[in-house]
């Protein structure tokens, strides 16, 4: 099946593609949502002007919208945007969101178009080993929540940080895949990447048990 992959940079989108792949599906496009607001329902706001780099990291075309990120009015916005593609169906990386999975699933029904959501439902200890088994180079580019503090932003997920979260989960029932929005995470490499990113500028605002890690500056190496 033809596809298009909503993508924002993040691990939950990046992952659904490779498995979409790995099922026998071809991606042919990826499709970003840029919301002018940073408390979208639905669409990842830190650092999505990187999935330009992403698409060309992965060398695959790559179509963005903007959207006022208003709630309802933004799915108008992304229907508009996938009814103009010709694919067969859409993957997304939903693992337990319900609000996100029915919405993206209804616009595909009234499009004739598949819903594919590879992690749905799936146990997130087992998406977060899958991730870093795969060798998958994922930074953690914003903090929502209690536990989560500064020294998390720029944070890789390893082994040992997947420990840490693990131990978030039973204090304060973090979402060990940030699902609640308890954070936001950037892939800058993969067994799916033709290329990496690196970063070279970054700035970092936190505050009130929030921040963010916003990319200035970042560019595209060959992989050894």
């Not at 639905?42 to 179509?63: C, G, K, Q, W």
Request: glycine share 6%.
């Amino acid at each position: 099946m033809r596809l298009a992959a909503l993508v924002t940079g993040g691990k939950d989108s990046i992952l659904s593609l490779y498995r979409a792949q790995k099922m026998g599906h071809t991606v042919d496009v990826l499709a970003t949502m840029i919301s002018e607001r940073d408390d979208s329902y639905m669409f990842h706001f830190p650092n999505i002007h990187l999935t330009d780099h992403i698409s060309r990291a992965l060398e695959i075309p790559l179509v963005t919208a903007q959207t006022s990120g208003i709630k309802e009015k933004e799915l108008e916005d992304l229907k508009k945007l996938l009814s103009s593609l010709n694919v067969d169906g859409v993957v997304s990386g939903a693992i337990q969101s319900s609000y996100q999975k029915e919405r993206i699933g209804k616009i595909c029904a009234q499009l004739g178009l598949e819903s594919i959501t590879p992690l749905w439902n799936e146990n997130p200890l087992k998406i977060m080993e899958e991730l870093i088994n795969l060798n998958f180079k994922v930074i953690i580019v914003g903090v929502y929540a209690y536990g989560l503090d500064k020294s998390w932003l720029e944070k890789e997920i390893t082994l040992e940080s997947l420990q840490e979260l693990i131990e978030l989960n039973k204090q304060y029932q973090i979402s060990l895949v940030g699902e609640g929005g308890e954070y936001e995470s950037l892939v800058l490499d993969g067994p799916i990447f033709k290329k990496r990113l690196e970063l070279i500028r970054t700035a970092i605002c936190y505050e009130n048990n929030r921040g963010v890690l916003t990319i200035k500056e970042a560019k595209l190496v060959d992989k050894n």
